[in-house]
């Protein structure tokens, strides 16, 4: 009696742990349609903000008194500070230009703060810790408010430095001690935080959260999310914020449905300094959902376009390739079951044939039986009848089966007609990251320009036309370093082109990049051809260089082949594409 309650005990526990593991997983897959429907409708968030935008434009047209229109333009930055970085730096040095009209110090610093933000989220940190630097000095003379902000401040840079030299410290001692250094000055300006914020700040929770005690705000922070509506910067913050506390108890599952709603709220509010959803993204790849994965790592990467926000361009490409490389395996896997159904429908075909064969063969011994017992009792006018129906059978059997191989050639057809479709599919794809690269370009060239405008504003002394314009230049750096991402990006996809382009040249004319270099010049040129960009004009623009340098190294390569020059850039189109 005993044993058979406990077996029943046993049965109930099993069955109640199976069915709370099952309701986990439909809330969480609830959540992610409403980030799904939330990304969907982005469009119409995104005019509701412009909308917004709008109205406060228009009544800052009828403002003429200073303060006033230092009050309007306050809530247009907050509409535009994580939404157009461009729109929020020109209103933080119109709300600078008042300021210093004024006289007004805490003024002053407050936007110095503010352009720092907009640095440090576009990825120019030093700029960024310029604007911090002229509020050093008198930061312990700053309101507490202020004070906190600046602190803030002083974090996000930080992390945003760690963000941008990458994972790679193991292997460099300059940059580990960087970040460690980094870590330490990150934990100082939070205990600072934590020693003069109140509670009524609506960053309370969210500071807390990354101090040395998080979990004393997890209960506050699952009340207020359970009440919010997620369509607030501040709502992502905090289920952000929660979702490291759960990182950091070693809950998963419920930290997977925290950074959900933090997406959810990031993309309700039209935040592109989202870091929420680039993490999920990488947590779906990691659990096999690639398509959902897919989708939102290609979100991030239009916000990070579109706020210009370097720092994130890095992170989102590292993940980007990964996703993409699993998603191309996966196509490949399914080529090769499709392959191993088809030959599997070939063997079936076989084996139905085989017993045909033997159906026949059977059918042809019991016709002769029936011969011979007619034979035998002088019935043959019988044995004929029954005969002919034989036959009929027969020919019904062989009419079935000639539907069946009729069948069979349609399914070939649409197998072939799926593997042509997975094809174009894998083009379109190319095709698309070649033009992301090529935008990507044209945005450096357009930097360049308008450096060299503010080049001619400064020497005509036209000032205040130059306050009004200034942004920040490209450099010869930061064209390094975008040939780098493009390199490590495109290796990322096509792992073994240099191997496969070396393939089209004389064994002793192959080219491979310095030591230190992913790819060179006459490589990048052909990778860029690879992608389906073949214009030398356009070449020229991506790499910065003249159309007759990329026409002579293009020349210099072809003579290294013994392709003819007419085929040589399509067949170089063709690398790493499957054959059929």
């Given amino acids: 009696m005993n044993k058979r309650v406990i077996l029943l005990f046993l049965i109930g526990v099993a069955t109640w742990m199976g069915n709370a593991t099952t309701a986990r997983a439909q809330s969480l897959n609830a959540l992610l349609d409403t980030l799904d429907h939330a990304i969907a409708r982005y469009d119409r968030y995104a005019s509701q903000k412009e909308t917004r935008i709008l ?164 209960t506050q922070l699952e009340k207020v999310l359970q009440s919010s509506h997620l369509d607030n910067r501040y709502d992502a913050m905090n289920a952000y914020s929660l979702a490291h506390i759960y990182e950091w108890e070693g809950n998963e599952e419920d930290r997977v449905k925290a950074l959900v709603k933090s997406a959810i709220a990031d993309v309700r509010c039209c935040n592109h300094d989202v870091a929420s959803l680039e993490e999920l993204s990488r947590i779906l790849y990691e659990r096999g959902d690639l398509e959902r994965a897919y989708n939102y790592i290609n979100y991030c990467m239009a916000g990070d376009q579109a706020y210009h926000n370097r720092v994130r361009m890095v992170t989102t490409g590292q993940t980007f390739g990964l996703i993409h490389a699993a998603s191309v395996e996966r196509q490949h896997m399914q080529q090769r079951w499709l392959l191993i159904g088809l030959v599997l429908l070939v063997l079936l075909a076989i084996a139905l044939a085989i017993v045909i064969v033997q159906l026949v063969r059977r059918m042809g011994r019991v016709r002769q ?33 000639d539907e069946a191989n009729a069948e069979l050639q349609n399914v070939n057809g649409r197998l072939t007609e799926a593997v042509d479709e997975l094809r174009k599919t894998n083009y379109v794809k190319e095709e698309t990251v070649g033009m992301a690269f090529t935008l990507c370009s044209r945005y450096i060239t357009q930097m360049d320009e308008q450096r060299k405008t503010f080049g001619r504003l400064f020497k005509t002394n036209q000032t205040d036309l130059l306050r009004k314009q200034l942004e920040t230049s490209k450099s010869t750096a930061q064209v390094k370093e975008f040939f780098q991402n493009f390199d490590q990006m495109f290796l990322n996809i096509y792992p073994d082109f240099i191997d496969d382009f070396n393939s089209l040249l004389r064994p002793d004319e192959r080219i491979q990049p310095k030591e230190g270099d992913l790819l060179n010049t006459e490589l990048r040129i052909y990778a860029l051809v690879r992608l389906g960009i073949n214009d030398s004009v356009k070449i020229a623009d991506f790499l910065h260089c003249s159309p007759q340098t990329v026409y002579n190294h293009r020349l210099r390569v072809r003579n290294k082949s013994d392709i003819p020059n007419s085929e040589f850039a399509a067949t170089v189109q063709k690398l790493g594409k499957a054959s059929f």
């Fill in 369 to 401: 039986g029936e011969k011979a017992l007619a034979e035998a009792n002088r019935q043959q006018e019988k044995a004929n009848a029954e005969l002919q129906s034989v036959n009929r059978q027969l020919q019904e059997m062989v009419a079935k089966v």
């Fill in 55 to 218: 109205a406060l434009k228009r009544q800052l047209v009828q403002k003429q008194q200073p303060a006033d229109r230092y009050a309007l333009q306050s809530l247009l930055y907050d509409e535009y500070y994580v939404y157009d970085a461009d729109s929020a730096m020109a209103l933080c040095n119109r709300q600078l230009s008042i300021a210093d009209e004024l006289q007004n110090s805490e003024w002053q610093a407050e936007w110095h703060i503010k352009r720092s933000f907009i640095f440090a989220a576009t990825g120019l940190l030093s700029d960024a810790d310029k604007e911090l630097a002229s509020v050093e000095g008198r930061s312990h003379l700053l309101p507490p408010a202020l004070r906190t902000e600046y602190y803030r401040q002083r974090i996000y840079v930080y992390s945003h430095q760690q963000q941008y030299l990458g994972k790679g410290a193991e292997n460099n001692p300059a940059v580990k001690q960087g970040n460690e250094d980094a870590d330490v000055l990150q934990q100082l300006y939070t205990d600072s935080i934590l020693m003069i914020v109140p509670k009524t700040d609506p960053l309370y929770l969210w500071q807390n959260a990354w101090g040395p005690k998080p979990s004393t705000v997890k």
